[in-house]
């Protein structure tokens, strides 16, 4: 059975109350490709106004979630707040939060754990640096992130990996078209031997990193990239064009 395409617009710590409302009615009103899943992600602040306008079909996700249940964690939102409030995905192990907030593998491991036990959708983000890269690291860091999870968590069909190289998230900077399908090419031939072979083959692998309306078609024709993890693009109408580059 093919993989189902998935975009997800993560607006990071942007956007107003009118400018948010601005991108959702122009997603309510665009013609979206039937047979890719939209999510957007804007600042926890916006997720209930996002999902009240926001037309049937298409899903919101926070841009995190923390591991233990409701209780005296300031600042954090719990699984259970998500479900209550209608949100049924969450980013994990965003770059920007592994680097400036120093979330280790073990902690997005077990974030994904709790919101997949909670019954959220997880966007799995993971990535090398620019200096593991040229180290040849690439992956070795990434199948390190993966294996953080899998030795948590047995059912990935609520995972969505996006794989991110650090040093394409706002640079401008893309990774080639060859270098994106090598490293989602080797996530899946890891889930194969780690996880499973059915894992390896329903499991979605999407590309972020300076994605836009000028790169997507060519990374969407990928035999391995199952969609996009959008950032500046998608505060921008460009955002349909992203989650059509399929058509």
């Not at 009615?25 to 013609?31: C, G, R, Y």
């Not at 959708?121 to 294996?147: F, H, M, P, W, Y």
């Not at 990996?161 to 080797?186: D, F, L, N, S």
Request: hydrophobic share 40%; with cysteine.
């Amino acid at each position: 059975m093919p993989r189902q395409f998935f975009v997800g617009g993560n607006f990071k710590m942007n956007g107003s109350v009118k400018t948010i409302k601005e991108i959702i009615d122009n997603l309510n009103t665009a013609k979206i490709d039937p047979k890719t899943e939209v999510v957007i992600a804007p600042p926890s602040l916006y997720l209930l106004l996002a999902r009240d306008h926001l037309r049937e079909g298409l899903e919101v996700a926070a841009q995190n979630v923390y591991d233990k249940p409701n209780g005296a964690f300031t600042g954090e939102i719990s699984v259970d707040q998500l479900k209550d409030s209608n949100i049924t995905w969450t980013l994990i192990g965003h770059s920007e939060r592994r680097v400036i907030l120093q979330e280790d593998d073990s902690f997005v491991a077990s974030k994904t754990q709790a919101a997949l036990d909670g019954g959220l959708g997880v966007i799995l983000c993971i990535g090398e640096s620019l200096e593991q890269r040229e180290a040849n690291k690439t992956i070795d860091v990434v199948t390190s992130q993966l294996k953080a999870v899998s030795d948590r968590v047995r059912d990935w069909s609520k995972i969505v990996i996006a794989y991110e190289p650090i040093w394409a998230i706002g640079t401008g900077k893309v990774a080639t078209t060859e270098q994106a399908q090598e490293v989602h090419a080797a996530i899946r031939k890891w889930l194969a031997s780690t996880v499973s072979q059915e894992t390896s083959d329903s499991t979605r692998v999407i590309y972020g990193g300076s994605v836009s309306e000028k790169n997507c078609k060519d990374l969407a024709k990928q035999q391995d990239i199952d969609g996009f993890l959008v950032g500046g693009a998608s505060l921008k109408p460009a955002f349909v064009d992203i989650i059509n580059s399929r058509l």
